[in-house]
């Protein structure tokens, strides 16, 4: 397939792609962003555009996932002013650094879990994938990712329950 002329492409389709996205995060410079970077990430995969679609699908794929890819970044940073204003009395403090530690406790069970649980645990719970989308990745069913999740979080729920007992 042809490189096409990307300076066309933009002008003849980035109203639907900025429009599209505008639906999707209803901020219109995110969205004018988000259009720049879908045709950027165009341009460079070009070559596996299999021309099975209208090129305008295909872009608003390319701009979906630049969003969802977007709003995972955005739910993992915080806002260090938001959490000072939060953060009143040393009681706050407190719950706070307890809050950080039973995070890292449960990373650390995590950690020890046999695979595929803990990559399954991972991609459900911290990738926020679908079970489809994690059948797919491991070439099995969505109930074989279902039944693998729950048997990790009984995994953690387990480990929990022994480290309270010791």
Request: hydrophobic share 35%.
């Amino acid at each position: 397939m042809n490189t096409p002329n990307f300076s066309d492409i933009y002008t003849l389709y980035f109203e639907d792609v900025y429009k599209y996205l505008l639906a999707l995060c209803h901020d219109e410079e995110l969205a004018e962003e988000l259009a720049q970077d879908t045709f950027f990430k165009a341009m460079k995969s070009y070559e596996n555009f299999r021309g099975d679609c209208k090129i305008t699908t295909w872009l608003c794929q390319i701009a979906k996932h630049s969003f969802f890819l977007y709003e995972k970044h955005r739910k993992r940073n915080i806002d260090l002013n938001s959490v000072e204003n939060e953060i009143v009395d040393t009681n706050s403090i407190e719950i706070l650094l307890g809050q950080r530690e039973q995070a890292f406790g449960i990373h650390i069970l995590l950690h020890n879990l046999p695979e595929p649980y803990k990559e399954v645990f991972s991609l459900r719970v911290l990738g926020e994938l679908s079970y489809q989308d994690i059948a797919k990745l491991f070439g099995k069913t969505e109930s074989w990712a279902r039944v693998t999740f729950h048997r990790a979080k009984l995994k953690i729920i387990e480990q929990v329950k022994e480290e309270s007992y010791e």
